[in-house]
């Protein structure tokens, strides 16, 4: 057992930097809100709602993405809920130095409400729901009834839902939950992902119901020294 300086440590261990607010100036603070501006352009018909950013295998950086973007599209006055669906290794919790007592699994299994289950954040317009407790069943709490029901409920309360989900060739909670979501995104990692393992992941979340938005681009080393995310269209 932890005490409570070594878990305090741990925490701190876990707990990611978001540029976008260290460094709202940065060039890649500037990718970040280009990758927000295309995904506007990709629906310019109706405003889309609901996005799931994942990967196709661990440490792609997929959970940084995601929160990055949660505080791009906080920054233009929309109420934004990012929400933690990785029910296997949650993160975004550290990200926000938040508790992970109660949240989604809270909510999806009816113990609490939608309103009882998100913290606000530093980032005006920002608010996070993490994982809360790990359960032994993800995929089917992320395809259930419940989640269309939380769907419609933030929907109403929120102008964007996002979601950070395990990488889509590790489990199926990605490919499950994007069924239910109006669009989804990739992050591969430059110099790390395989092209065999992203086109798979890419196959997979073409074949859902979702509108595959493409591929952020993690770690790409510019002739600046600076990394940049970059965002292409399939």
Do not use: W
């Not at 629906?43 to 929160?67: A, C, H, I, R, W």
């Not at 669906?85 to 992970?100: G, S």
């Not at 990605?174 to 990739?186: D, F, P, T, V």
């Amino acid at each position: 057992m932890f005490n409570r300086r070594q878990k305090k440590v741990l925490r701190n261990s876990n707990k990611r930097s978001l540029i976008t607010i260290t460094e709202p100036k940065a060039p890649v603070s500037e990718q970040f809100r280009t990758v927000r501006t295309n995904i506007q352009f990709s629906s310019v018909d109706k405003e889309m709602k609901s996005l799931l950013v994942t990967s196709s295998g661990p440490g792609e950086g997929k959970s940084t993405t995601v929160s990055n973007l949660a505080v791009v599209f906080a920054g233009q006055d929309k109420k934004v809920l990012l929400v933690d669906a990785d029910l296997r290794k949650p993160t975004v919790h550290y990200t926000f130095d938040l508790n992970n007592i109660t949240g989604l699994t809270n909510v999806l299994t009816k113990r609490t409400s939608l309103d009882s289950a998100y913290s606000e954040t530093k980032v005006p317009n920002l608010y996070v729901m993490s994982s809360g407790p790990i359960p032994p069943n993800p995929a089917e709490l992320l395809g259930s009834k419940s989640m269309l029901e939380f769907l419609e409920e933030a929907y109403k309360e929120f102008d964007l839902v996002l979601f950070d989900t395990p990488p889509v060739l590790a489990v199926a909670d990605a490919q499950i939950l994007a069924n239910q979501c109006e669009g989804s995104m990739l992050v591969v990692r430059s110099g790390d992902t395989e092209i065999e393992q992203a086109a798979k992941a890419k196959d997979l979340l073409l074949s859902t119901k979702s509108k595959f938005l493409g591929v952020v681009l993690n770690s790409k080393k510019m002739e600046e020294s600076q990394y940049y995310y970059y965002y292409g269209k399939k």
